[in-house]
């Protein structure tokens, strides 16, 4: 299982990728949101994987965006998070 944090902004986005051992495949900061680069970076991990991301305004399209590559999708509370990235 890997799980990736998410901190979306409008326009930006941070994304770290953990697997269970806790090793850290993947980290990409973007000063852009685009759905291209999202299917892109998700799309190199074809295990199974959840994101977990901050409710926020736009959560949506990430969301739907996320759910359609099969990534199960988990909305924290900003207040509850310790760390995400």
């Given at each position: 299982?890997?799980?990736?944090?998410?901190?979306?902004?409008?326009r930006?986005?941070i994304?770290?990728?953990?697997?269970?051992?806790g090793?850290?495949p993947?980290h990409?900061?973007s000063?852009?949101t685009?759905?291209?680069?999202?299917?892109?970076y998700?799309?190199?991990?074809?295990?199974?994987?959840?994101?977990?991301?901050?409710?926020?305004?736009g959560?949506?399209?990430?969301?739907d965006?996320l759910?359609?590559?099969?990534?199960d999708?988990?909305?924290?509370?900003?207040?509850?998070?310790?760390?995400?990235?």
């Open positions: 299982m890997l799980y990736s944090g998410v901190h979306l902004h409008r930006s986005i994304i770290c990728t953990e697997n269970e051992g090793t850290v993947a990409h900061k000063t852009y685009q759905s291209k680069l999202i299917n892109n998700f799309r190199l991990w074809p295990d199974q994987h959840r994101g977990l991301v901050e409710c926020t305004t959560l949506d399209w990430f969301s965006i759910r359609s590559l099969r990534v999708v988990v909305l924290a509370h900003a207040k509850d998070l310790k760390m995400i990235c």
